[in-house]
């Protein structure tokens, strides 16, 4: 028996959407010190083509399991989401070897915006059971939450602090090959 094996080196061509119902942009963070808290966003857009990878995320969104913290997030301390109501994401370089990727970019987030390298893996394309082309994204990257102003902590009795400054961003995409019109 042989195996065949493709080396990718760089994505399908083409334009590349997100589909929402199969994809998610989540985040969690040291919480009192001792474990991780997650949540994620609903509202999201990602394209996938010759420019690179550009996506952005409605920060009205959040999604976290205890509905009294929306607020907060919502507000100054962390989001800021009236004066801020996206946080994006486009890259710069995107370095492919077998299944693997490698993308460095600028996330903007609460008016700052940062160089990040994200890390992850790509699969596919397939051919689904409606026809069309999908790729797979799997990308993370961790923040320090600090440098994009979202600095809101309070001292736990016993030392440290309620919240960690490190924010680990994990995205799982299924992107949809556009139709040609």
């Known amino acids: 028996m042989s195996t065949l094996s493709e080396t990718r080196t760089a994505f399908p061509t083409g334009t590349w959407q997100v589909d929402p119902v199969h994809s998610?942009?989540?985040?969690?963070?040291?919480?009192?010190?001792?474990?991780?808290?997650?949540?994620?966003?609903?509202?999201?857009?990602?394209t996938v083509?010759?420019?690179?990878?550009?996506?952005?995320?409605d920060v009205s969104s959040v999604r976290?399991?205890?509905?009294?913290?929306?607020?907060?997030l919502l507000a100054p301390d962390f989001f800021d989401?009236?004066?801020?109501?996206?946080?994006?994401?486009?890259s710069n370089a995107i370095s492919i070897a077998g299944d693997e990727v490698v993308v460095d970019g600028e996330l903007t987030l609460?008016?700052?915006?940062?160089?990040?390298?994200?890390?992850?893996?790509?699969?596919?394309?397939?051919?689904?059971?409606?026809g069309s082309s999908r790729i797979g994204l799997e990308l993370e990257t961790v923040i320090d939450r600090t440098a994009?102003?979202?600095?809101?902590?309070?001292?736990?009795?016993?030392?440290?602090?309620?919240v960690g400054?490190?924010?680990?961003?994990?995205?799982?995409?299924?992107?949809?090959?556009?139709?040609v019109a």
């Open 165 to 179: 400054n490190d924010v680990k961003l994990h995205a799982e995409l299924e992107l949809v090959l556009a139709e």
């Open 24 to 46: 998610t942009v989540e985040f969690s963070v040291k919480h009192m010190v001792v474990a991780n808290f997650r949540g994620g966003f609903d509202a999201f857009e990602v």
């Open 148 to 162: 994009y102003g979202l600095a809101w902590n309070a001292p736990l009795p016993t030392g440290g602090f309620a």
């Open 81 to 90: 989401a009236e004066r801020h109501p996206r946080l994006s994401f486009a």
């Open 49 to 57: 083509d010759e420019g690179g990878i550009r996506g952005t995320v």
């Open 110 to 130: 609460k008016g700052v915006t940062r160089p990040v390298a994200i890390k992850g893996s790509v699969g596919g394309p397939v051919t689904s059971f409606d």
């Open 64 to 72: 976290v399991s205890e509905p009294n913290l929306t607020g907060h």
